[in-house]
């Protein structure tokens, strides 16, 4: 199943609402690394309130996405990591490494928000 | 507990008699969902708690895509056991006709990388159960039995 991007100010959001396969994840990452530069996003939110696990392909695939972005120039944040999921990533040892998480939605716009502005440099180069 | 690696066959590792079976086969990516989908329904049947039954999902999940990655296909089979010492609790069986995994006992102590590749699968999987058995050779597959108790 597709995932929604929303486009809000100058950052992506995608919610994930259902369960995803392995196929849908890797779908995702690419659509989210080619919109950061479609859109000129300086920030993405990924929520994964509705991931039933995460496993060590979706922590991979998640931290892989996050550094693409990061390599395309914007900032990434992962909200709504569940209880469980939390205590399962830790059990078996699973760790994002240094991608910024918050609770919700709510705290992963404050995150951004909260980043220094970077000023850009002469006119804006033309988009890929 | 005691967490045997291959195990003599007349071992503990058989399934011995299997309470509302299912057998899931796994051919695809979708497959893994399916699995690990029915496996949290089983556990949370079986009277785990919402977060056990997640960890018990994840470790389906973990040997489904196994299946996948390295042998293409297989079944899953999970099912309520229970133990000699009065525990109960589940059963998972990931089975496949793959390669077989030529170093077993790197693969087991691999670990902790989070590189997402054999060793976390496995070595995570072993850590999270109760007992661990696993039984592999380039002739004949891989089944790897994993049962957790209520605690």
């Not at chain 1, 550094?67 to 699973?94: C, K, N, W, Y």
């Not at chain 2, 054999?118 to 696993?134: K, P, Q, S, T």
Request: aromatic share 4%; charged share 20%; hydrophobic share 40%.
């Amino acid at each position: 199943m597709e995932v929604p991007i929303l486009k809000q100010r100058n950052y992506l959001i995608a919610s994930v609402q259902a369960v995803l396969t392995d196929q849908d994840l890797v779908t995702l990452r690419d659509r989210l690394v080619a919109q950061v530069g479609r859109y000129r996003s300086v920030g993405v939110i990924l929520d994964v309130t509705g991931l039933d696990v995460m496993d060590s392909f979706s922590v991979r695939t998640l931290r892989d996405m996050a550094h693409m972005i990061r390599l395309r120039g914007a900032d990434t944040v992962i909200v709504g990591i569940q209880p469980e999921v939390a205590f399962s990533m830790v059990q078996l040892g699973l760790s994002l490494e240094g991608v910024p998480t918050a609770l919700d939605l709510e705290e992963g716009l404050a995150y951004l928000d909260a980043r220094p502005k970077r000023t850009s440099v002469g006119p804006p180069a033309g988009s890929r | 507990m005691n967490r045997p690696v291959n195990p003599p066959q007349s071992g503990s590792a058989t399934e011995g008699k299997l309470d509302d079976k299912a057998v899931i086969p796994i051919r695809t990516v979708m497959d893994i969902v399916t699995a690990r989908q029915h496996g949290r329904e089983l556990a949370l049947q079986s009277g785990f708690s919402e977060t056990e039954s997640t960890l018990i999902a994840t470790i389906i999940s973990e040997l489904a895509r196994n299946i996948v990655l390295y042998a293409q296909t297989g079944e899953i089979v999970l099912g309520k056991a229970n133990g000699s010492e009065n525990q109960h609790g589940v059963i998972i069986i990931s089975r496949d006709n793959g390669p077989g995994i030529p170093d077993v006992q790197r693969a087991l102590v691999g670990g902790y990388s989070t590189s997402g590749g054999l060793g976390l699968g496995l070595c995570g999987v072993r850590r999270m159960v109760d007992e661990f058995y696993i039984d592999t050779g380039t002739d004949k597959g891989t089944t790897v039995t994993a049962k957790k108790w209520l605690q």
